[in-house]
C-alpha cells in the first residue's frame, strides 16, 4: 500500500519513539566481566547439548555446546577462560534453566584467532546449511529462532525475494539502527553472501523513514547491486514482524498460520547479515550482538556491543548504573520485551535492549468498561477482532475464542496500547493462549 | 381474505400431518429406556464433574444399569447416597479408594524466597506468562489462586501463607484443579497414600535452599529410611512407588532436613494452620469445613 510515496502495511499503531536518546550514539565495546552464564536453550527449538566439563580451559569463539537437531544451534565461548560449572542459571523470564558458567581468564589478552575465512560459493546448500547452523547463528531480531532453518531450501517453494528487515519499530530500541550506519558494508556482505548462495534474484530492505542516516549509508554500502532495494516506509509498529514487513515491501499477504515462504519471501533481521558475513569472512561464531541500554532511568544510555552471556547487571553497571527510583527493567522493546525478574540474568542471542523505568511510567492507569470503541480493532494487524477476544477471554470461553482465531495473534500489543479504557487487552490474549495450549497438552 | 385463509389452512394441514408423522415415529421406533435411569440419574449429585471417569452423570447412570461401575465409583456423592442408589439398584455399592487432589510444593510466602514483585492480573495463568511472578523458584505454587477458581465443591482455599489446602472432605477428585495449575503441581493421589512430596523443584543442595527454604535439596535420607525400592531419588526429587516397594510409614520424613516430605494423613498443611492459629495470626479465608475425616 502506497501512502504519499512511502509503504506500509493497514493497521497497526505510531508509539512514541523515544529513539533520541540513543539513535546518534556511536556503539562501543563492552569491557569484559570476570564471569559469564551461557544458557543452553536462547534459541528457538531445542536446547544446545554442551560438549565441555567443568575445568576445562576455552578460547574465545569456541564451540561450548552442539546443536540438538535440527531446529537448534551451536553455542560458543564469547571469552578465553574456564568453564567452571555446568548447573543453572537464571533466565531473564526468572525461571532456572540450564547454563555454562564461563570464568574469564584476567590474564587473556582476548584476541581472536586469525580469521580463517570460508569461501560460500564452494559450498552447496546441505553445507551452507549446515555451516550457518555450526556458528551459531540466530534471528537477531529478538525471537531467536535458529537462522539456518530457513535457508533450507526446499524444491517446491523456493526463496524468490530476501526480505531484510531494518523496521526497529519498537520504541526506544535503535541497535539495529547502528549497525546499518555503521557496519552497512558487513550487512550488505551477509546480503550478498545469502542471495548468492540461495540464488535468490531480489533483495528489499525495510527500513522506516525516522532513520534517514541509516537509510543513506546502507543505499551508499550497495550501490551498483543491481539486486538490492532499500526502500523507505512510514514508521509504523509492527513493521518489524515478518509478515506485516511482507504486507509493506511487496504488497502481498502471507495466509494465516502460514510462513513468510508461501509467497517466496525469505525474512532476516540486518544484525543477522552482519553475523553471516562475520562467519564466513572471518570464521567468528556468534558471540556478541549490539544491545541498545537505554530508559528514563540509566545513567549513560548506550549502544553497546556486548558479549553473549554478560550478566545484565554489569552491563547496567558499564551504562552507568541505574538510578534509585528504578523499578522495572525490561530485556527487548517496550512493546514486547520481557520484564526482568532478576539481573543476574545474563544477555541472551535474541536481546536487543535493556531498558530501566521507575515507578511513574509504570502506573497503570484505571481500567474502564469496553467502550465498543473499535480501536483495537483498527489497530489489530492481524486484522482480529480483540474486543470481542477480550470480552470471551473474561468469562474463560478458551474454546470460542480458538474460534475466533485467537491463536493468530502474533501479541504485538497494539490492542492494549491504543485501548481508551485501558483493558490489559493483549495480557488477557496471552493468559488465554496459555490455557489453550496447556489443554492441548493435557 | 381468502389468501390468510388459504395460507392458515396449509400450515394447519402441515402442522398435523407432520404430528401425525412424529405420532408414528413415536410409536413403531421407540427405544425402550430402562425405566431405572432416570431414577438413577436423579440420586446422582448432577454436577457432571467427570471424577468417575465418565462425561456426565447421566452416562455414569447407563454405566450403572449395566453393571459396568459400581455406586461408589461417584466421588461427589455422600455415603447414604450411595447406600440408597446401590439398595435402588439392588447391586452392591462396591469399595471405592479415597482420592484427593494433592499439591507438590510447600513454598508459601513465609518459606520461598522472594526476587521480585508482581504487578498485573491477579491469576496464577498470567503471572506464569511472564516469568512466574516474585518467587525465586520457577517449579512452586504461584499462589494467585486459579486452583480455588477453578474448584466446583468449593474444596479449596487459600491460606495466609498462600497456598491453596484441600478439604479433602470436600474434595472429590474431579481433578479441575489439575488442568487449572500452570505449573502442574497438583496430582490426584489415593488418600491413603500419606507420604507426600511438597515441592517440585528439581535442585539440588545449597541451590535448593538458596530458593526456598521448604525446598527438597535432594539429600536422598526419605529413600534410605523407607521400605526398599519405595521411594527412589530421580531428577533431585523423591518418587514414591506404592506398588513396588513395602509399606509405607512416617519414618521416611523424619530426617528430612527441610520438611519437604510429609507423612499426611488428612489433609495438607494441617501444622501450618495450628502454627498460624497458635501464633493468632487470621486466616485470611479460613478453610470451610475442617480437617476432619
Known sequence: MSFFGARSFRHGVHPEEHKDQTAHLETERMAFVPRYELLLGQHGGKPSVPVVHPGQKVVRGQLLARADGFVSTSLHSPVSGTVRSLDRCRHPNGSLVPAIEIEADPFSAQTWPEPKPTDPSTLDNDQFVEFVQSMGIVGMGGAAFPAHVKYKLSPDKPAQKLIINGCECEPYLTCDHRVMVEFAERVVRGIRILADNLRIPEVHVGIEKNKPDAVAAMREAARG???IRIVDLVVKYPQGAEKMLIKALLGEEVPAGRLPLEVGALVNNVGTMVAIADA????RPLVERVVTIAGPNVGRPSNLIVPIGTPVRDVLDTCGGLNAETREVVMGGPMMGQPMISLDAPVLKGTSGLLAFPQTQLDRAAEYTCLKCGRCVEACPAFLNPSKLVRLAKVRRYEEMEQAYVMDCM???????ACPSNIPIVQLIRVSKSSLRGKKRG | MENVLVAATIMAGLGFSLAGLLALAHRFLHVEEDPRLDEAEARLPGSNCGACGEPGCRAFAEKLIAGEAAPSGCTVSSPDAIEGLAAFLGVDPGQAEKNVARLHCGGGLAQAHQIAEYVGQSNCRAAHVVGGGGKGCSWGCLGLADCEVSCDFGAIHMNSNGLPVVDVALCTACGD????????LFTIEPLAHALVVQCAAPLEGDAARAVCSAACDACGKCAL??????IEMRDGLPHIDYSAGGPASPEATLRCPTGSIRW???????????RLAKDSMTLSSPPAGGFHV
Do not use: I, K, T, W
Open chain 2, 264 to 274: 499426611v494423613p488428612a489433609g495438607q498443611f494441617e501444622e501450618e494452620r495450628d
Open chain 1, 280 to 283: 564466513f569472512d572471518l570464521g
Open chain 1, 225 to 227: 547491486d543491481e539486486r
Open chain 1, 411 to 417: 501479541e504485538c500489543g497494539s490492542c492494549s496500547y
Open chain 2, 177 to 184: 484443579c489439575v488442568d487449572a495449575c500452570p505449573r502442574d
Open chain 2, 225 to 230: 529410611d523407607a521400605a526398599p525400592g519405595l
